[in-house]
């Protein structure tokens, strides 16, 4: 299936693909709360064609207040492993892009380490092809991969040229403790050609300059995930240890929460001074809002929600018109911000997009 998110195109800059070979997660962070995947699957579940209901009936439930959730339960899909190979023999194949897993998470607890190595057997086959692979667990990758869950699938050393990880993480305690876990990647090999971080939905101010992991094997010396080490950057974390790729992208959504835009600077230009690509994805349901001097709103007539946005991120308070327009009570660095709708929110960061893409190691 085709998927639209701007990230995962193909080399040729067309829409790439989404590969689904499990169904049903657990939430495990704050990010988690309004999964879009949820409703998804829900309504996959209720599908016309019984071929696609059936497969996805079972793995969301709905409580008496209406709300959705996972329930627990995790499927595997052995026969949709082969798609990228059967795709891969299509005469008008050209090189795809595939998103891994997007509506779940590859290495989730419940999904069989034998089920993951299946699918690096595919992927390492459909060599002319990239594939993506976003996950909220990366402390289970080096594990599955390299052995200490007992497959010893990778020798030391091994990798695949055209396979990308990505942690997912939503605010600094996530950044923390889920990019060093995916950095270890980096350690069994330095072949991995593209590691990075997705901070989707933003949810609070990240700094990524004072998240270190051991440089070297003795561990005694220390390098920040955007560099070399903790003063002075090196371009695209060059040593072999830092991220690749940072994306950054607010919430949409019905019970969306805003993203302050001074987080998304902070990330930016921490990723400009190291030499890391950086993209913007989306601002999500809330744009930004500010309050002119005068105190008249722009968007007055819109009647659309507001919010103030503390820059700690931890207190987001809905507002009324008329106590966003008393703007004096505003505390430094708190923002205003709209609820107006992921389109026209947009994706200007700074009045214009960002869309570095990261150069692939070479090994
Ligand atoms: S890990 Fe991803 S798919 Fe699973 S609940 Fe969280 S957001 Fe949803």
Known sequence: MSTAISWAQNPDGTPGETWDFTGGCTKCSPGCANCWAIKDIWRMSHHPNPKISERHTGLVCKAEDGSLNWTGEVRCWDERLKIPVENAKRRNHKPTAYFVCSRTDLFHPAVPAEMITAAYDVMGHCSDDRFIILTKRPERIVPVLYGEEGHFYFGGGDYLPNVWHLTTVENQEMADKRIPELLKLR?????????????????????????????????FV???????DGTSFSPGGANGIGL??????????????????????????????????????????????????????????????????????????????????????LEERQRTMMRIGKKRAGRLLDSRTWEEFPEVRKR
């Open 187 to 219: 350690a069994e090999s330095p072949g991995w050609p593209v590691l990075g971080v997705s901070i989707e939905p933003m949810l609070a101010g990240i700094d990524l300059t004072r998240i270190t992991v051991p440089l070297g094997e003795c561990g």
């Open 222 to 228: 220390t390098g920040t995930v955007l560099g070399s």
């Open 244 to 329: 690749d790729w940072v994306i950054v992208g607010g919430e949409s959504g019905k019970n969306a929460r805003p993203m302050h835009p001074d987080w998304v600077r902070k990330v930016r230009d921490d990723c400009r001074a190291a030499g890391v690509a950086f993209y913007f994805k989306q601002w999500g349901e809330w744009g930004d809002a500010p309050i002119p001097p005068s105190g008249h709103f722009e968007f007055e007539r819109d009647g659309n929600l507001l919010a103030i946005v503390h820059p700690n991120g931890l207190h987001i308070t809905p507002v009324n018109r008329l106590q966003a327009q008393i703007g004096h009570w």
